[in-house]
């Protein structure tokens, strides 16, 4: 397996490369597997691993990147803002988002619409999941986001 670490707009990534197959590549963003083909085959030894479970290839996005030999492109992401402790509200899938409407330090209920995202055009409410207080803010209006990147975490 290869390791890479990217900084992207301020975030960073965590990508490993589980399996290369002439222009295929299987490869985890932050833990979330994508299945990738890129424009011309790699040159570089395969690397198949066996010690980790497969990707959900249902679950994963896909798509075509232009990459060089050697380096896979990621997707652009969010900047990040504030701590990680607490409960924390994910994207359920790759979008953009329209709206945040809570700050650091808002009270919130469950049930609560805290982000507006657009994934796939349509508009989906993404709702606290518990009652508590906002104590990070990790997306943007505009951001793009990856299906499992943090929005909000809840304390």
Do not use: H, W
Not at 19 to 32: A, H, P, R, Y
Not at 74 to 84: C, E, L, R
């Amino acid at each position: 397996m290869k390791n890479f670490k990217f900084k992207i707009n301020g975030t960073d990534y965590t990508v490993d490369i589980n399996e290369v197959d002439g222009q295929e590549i299987s490869l985890d963003v932050n833990g979330t597997p994508y299945k990738v083909t890129v424009d011309k085959e790699l040159k570089q030894k395969q690397v198949k691993v066996t010690s980790r479970p497969a990707p959900r290839v249902s679950a994963a996005p896909s798509g075509s990147v232009q990459t060089t030999d050697a380096t896979p492109a990621v997707p652009a992401a969010p900047a990040a803002a504030g701590g990680a402790a607490g409960t924390k509200v994910t994207t359920p899938l790759p979008g953009t988002i329209l709206d945040v409407f809570v700050n650091v330090g808002d009270s919130v209920k469950a049930g609560q619409t805290v982000v507006l995202l657009e994934a796939m055009k349509m508009e989906n409410n993404i709702e606290a999941e518990c009652d508590g207080t906002i104590t990070a803010v990790k997306v943007r209006k505009g951001d793009s986001v990856l299906e499992g990147d943090v929005m909000v975490v809840i304390g």
